[in-house]
């Protein structure tokens, strides 16, 4: 009797593993039918004969200024322990991946893998090696545009990235470390992910296993489409660490078109800078939720200007989609056509108003920073709630901080309330409540009837950015 349990324990062990594994998907005709459609890309940025390696002191400046954890899949520093200690780079040379999007000859990859390449070169599954020339580039989305001579080339299907979902099998195929068609599968982790790096871009998310050399390879669905171009990695070591990121191919399309029609592609912009609603600043605003994109900036004659957009608003919906967190607004202002006219939901003093706003251009160069230096000129140093000191800007100062009127007074000395909130020595005051800032007795006479149990709003400048500060002044102490 105790033999026949066991055989039954077995049998049904077996048949519980079999319905296991069947539940699983196999990837084989996927990769069988794709496969010949993923391309090695190799580019020469020109100059050199010296071997290196990725984990030397040849650094693109690029790389350098990328977030500490967030790295591009080719070129990203190695690091001591990181996988395969580097891949070689010759002569300026590296290499990528890419994928066929049409037979006569269009490849799509990353703007990283070829960007400042004097050659670019394509090998393909049957070996053939291919010049290829770069038609565009985009480095907002990451993306570039490749066209070699050939006809009758395999192409891959092309699917919609806006039907994923957190939880789908996908497949990613390139070249890590220079290894062609390698295959790794996982799941999407989250969609419309945003990035320090691309804030363009509604990253796909996955635990896809990535590493250097996949940059420009295609992520498959199982119906075997495209659904997005491998892109990014989070690592503190250069290698992967379950978290890769890729371009949503309906953003790529998009960005194929306007590069073979124009050769570069337009974007939309209102014209704001902003930023996340703390709890704080939503209970000091009045706002019923924390969410939205709080404006701390308006650029004069600007599309949100001529809106009628202020400073203090808080933008909830954009065309009739939500904005939940600032990130969520310049993806959706991007991805609109300049001139189009979109709705702004604004929530101001309690009440919320539609704007009509008629979508600006970005312009095609980014902004640069610069540092802040601290006053030194009269200082308000009377006693407030706010435990803040601040002093007049001079003229001079004012030049060098580029403040470009003459709103702004600088914080000299910080006290406890005011570091909690995040605020620093030689951080410039603009505007407390809706009130600017001209000079150190304006800051008195704004703070003066601050209350222990109160909450101030202001808006502050610190390296060329501007954000709303929110100070929470301690309740007296009873007892």
């Given at each position: 009797m105790q033999f026949v349990s066991k055989i039954s324990a077995f049998v049904l062990f077996a048949v519980t593993a079999a319905a296991a594994h069947a539940d699983l998907p196999d990837f084989t005709q996927l990769v069988e039918k794709n496969g010949p459609s993923v391309v090695n890309v190799t580019a020469t940025q020109g100059g050199g004969d010296a071997t290196q390696t990725d984990d030397g002191d040849d650094q693109s400046d690029e790389q350098q200024d990328m977030p500490d954890l967030l790295r591009k899949f080719f070129g990203a520093p190695g690091a001591p322990g990181a996988p395969?200690?580097?891949?070689p780079r010759i002569g300026g040379e590296s290499l990528g991946s890419g994928f066929i999007i049409s037979s006569d000859g269009y490849i799509l990859t990353n703007n990283h893998v070829v960007s400042g390449a004097e050659k670019v070169v394509v090998r393909l599954s049957d070996r053939r090696e291919l010049d290829a020339k770069v038609?565009?580039?985009?480095?907002?989305?990451?993306?570039?545009?490749?066209k070699v001579n050939a006809t009758g080339l395999p192409a891959v299907a092309i699917g919609d990235s806006s039907k994923l979902k957190p939880g789908q099998w996908v497949v990613a195929i390139g070249s890590p470390f220079a290894m062609d068609h390698s295959?790794?599968?996982?799941?999407?982790?989250?969609?419309?992910?945003?990035?320090?790096?691309?804030?363009?871009?509604?990253?796909?998310?996955?635990?896809v296993p990535i590493n250097r050399g996949n940059s420009g390879g295609p992520l498959f669905n199982l119906d075997g489409q495209v659904v997005g171009i491998n892109s990014q990695i989070y690592s503190n070591t250069g290698g992967y660490m379950g978290v890769s990121f890729s371009v949503p191919i309906n953003l790529a399309m998009n960005t194929v078109e306007q590069l073979k029609a124009t050769g570069h592609v337009s974007r939309g912009m209102i014209g704001v800078t902003i930023q996340n609603v703390s709890r704080d600043a939503a209970q000091t605003l009045g706002l019923p939720q924390v969410r939205g994109a709080?404006?701390?900036?308006?650029?004069?004659?600007?599309?949100?200007?001529?809106?009628?957009?202020?400073?203090?608003?808080?933008?909830?919906a954009y065309n009739g989609q939500a904005v939940d967190q600032s990130a969520d607004l310049p993806l959706l202002v991007g991805n609109t056509r300049p001139g189009a006219t979109a709705q702004l939901q604004v929530y101001r003093d309690g009440e919320t108003v539609t704007l009509p706003?008629?979508?600006?251009?970005?312009?095609?160069d980014k902004a640069t920073l610069a540092s802040l230096s601290t006053g030194g000129g009269p200082a308000a140093r009377q006693r407030n709630a706010l435990g803040l000191t601040v002093e007049d800007i001079t003229g001079e100062q004012r030049k060098e901080l580029g403040l470009k009127d003459q709103n702004g007074v600088v914080i000299s000395q910080v006290g406890?309330?005011?570091r909690r909130s995040g605020l620093q020595s030689g951080d410039i005051v603009l505007m407390v409540g809706r009130q600017p800032m001209r000079s150190a007795n304006d800051f008195h006479a704004a703070v003066k009837d601050v209350k222990p149990g109160d909450s101030v709003m202001m808006l502050v400048k610190r390296n060329d950015a501007t954000q709303f500060v929110t100070i929470q002044v301690p309740k007296a102490k009873t007892g």
């Open positions: 395969g200690g580097g891949h038609v565009g580039t985009d480095d907002k989305s990451d993306v570039a545009l490749l295959v790794t599968h996982g799941v999407v982790s989250y969609v419309g992910r945003s990035s320090q790096s691309e804030r363009y871009v509604p990253f796909i998310q996955t635990d709080l404006v701390n900036s308006v650029s004069p004659g600007g599309a949100a200007d001529k809106a009628g957009v202020q400073v203090r608003d808080v933008i909830l706003v008629t979508i600006g251009e970005l312009p095609a406890a309330a005011a």
